[in-house]
């Protein structure tokens, strides 16, 4: 399914959100992840429940974080998608922009900040993730992130390549398996999962080549449902983002 869009600004991040069950252990995140997918899908989208279910199959391999990213622009067409954040069609949008083409639809992935290809395509997808690890620095950079008491730390390692990249580090609120019963529109009757559906992204600080570190308040990420979250570091910024320098998952409860 594809379209012209109409994108909504992106919005700032609206402030501290509810508090989770504090964890008093320390949790690592898995490590040496080998690609960051993001799948673009909307619950008004005919096309997009296989997609759906490839991120869900992909979520299970721990040296991939999988990620949905539920925009907002299908939402006319008789279903407005319960979990949709124009932030994410914005998202699309600026990856677009900056390929310099108009490929812009559902269900589509994009694979380590530069790929883009069919959601529902899996073997497309595993070549992209070979291919996309051949550039220099696609996630050679290792994150880590550790969860003890009230706080995330993270921390970013110095790049090894001579000329080191500039970008941006975020975390991502995660839940990591949704139902959704669909009542109208192209999937009306379906009661499909959404994997990894990302809640709420916030910026942590920018990142210039350098190793650095940063705490995170989980109330700052914490909202009815989030069970793990992301952290991602990404050349270039929000508004013309790049490759996947490096990216961390850990589970939260």
């Given amino acids: 399914m594809t379209?012209?869009?109409?994108?909504?600004?992106?919005?700032?991040w609206s402030g501290a959100l509810s508090v989770?069950?504090?964890?008093?252990?320390?949790?690592?995140?898995?490590?040496?992840?080998?690609?960051?997918v993001?799948?673009?899908?909307?619950?008004?989208?005919?096309?997009?429940?296989?997609?759906?279910?490839?991120i869900g199959?992909?979520?299970?391999?721990?040296?991939?974080?999988?990620?949905?990213?539920?925009?907002?622009?299908?939402?006319?067409?008789?279903?407005k998608d319960t979990l949709a954040d124009s932030r994410f069609s914005a998202r699309q949008k600026?990856?677009?922009?900056?390929?310099?083409?108009?490929?812009?639809?559902?269900?589509?992935?994009?694979?380590n900040g530069s790929a883009h290809l069919i959601g529902s395509d899996r073997a497309g997808i595993e070549g992209a993730i070979k291919d996309t690890s051949k550039a220099d620095g696609v996630m050679s950079v290792p994150v880590?992130?550790?969860?003890?008491?009230?706080?995330?730390?993270?921390?970013v390692a110095a790049s090894k390549a001579p000329n080191a990249a500039h970008g941006e580090v975020w975390i991502c609120s995660v839940s990591?398996?949704?139902?959704?019963?669909?009542?109208r529109g192209e999937n009306r009757g379906q009661e499909i999962t959404y994997h990894n559906v990302v809640r709420n992204l916030l910026k942590v600080g920018d990142w210039n080549g350098s190793s650095g570190s940063w705490t995170?308040?989980?109330?700052?990420?914490?909202?009815?449902?989030?069970?793990?979250?992301?952290?991602?570091?990404?050349?270039?910024?929000?508004?013309?983002?790049?490759?996947?320098?490096?990216?961390?998952?850990?589970?939260?409860?």
């Avoid at 379209?3 to 700032?12: F, V």
């Avoid at 003890?148 to 993270?154: H, L």
């Fill in 3 to 12: 379209a012209m869009m109409a994108y909504n600004c992106i919005s700032r």
């Fill in 20 to 36: 989770c069950a504090i964890i008093a252990i320390i949790r690592p995140a898995h490590a040496d992840p080998r690609a960051v």
């Fill in 38 to 54: 993001e799948l673009f899908t909307s619950q008004g989208c005919s096309s997009c429940p296989p997609a759906d279910k490839i």
């Fill in 57 to 79: 199959e992909l979520a299970k391999d721990p040296n991939v974080i999988a990620l949905s990213m539920p925009i907002d622009y299908w939402d006319y067409l008789g279903w």
């Fill in 94 to 111: 600026a990856y677009s922009h900056v390929r310099g083409d108009r490929d812009v639809y559902t269900p589509q992935v994009v694979v």
């Fill in 144 to 155: 880590t992130m550790t969860l003890s008491g009230k706080q995330i730390n993270v921390s």
């Fill in 176 to 183: 990591k398996a949704i139902p959704i019963a669909i009542g």
């Fill in 216 to 253: 995170v308040p989980l109330e700052n990420i914490s909202r009815d449902g989030v069970d793990a979250a992301v952290v991602y570091v990404q050349d270039g910024n929000r508004d013309k983002p790049g490759p996947m320098l490096g990216a961390a998952f850990t589970t939260l409860h």
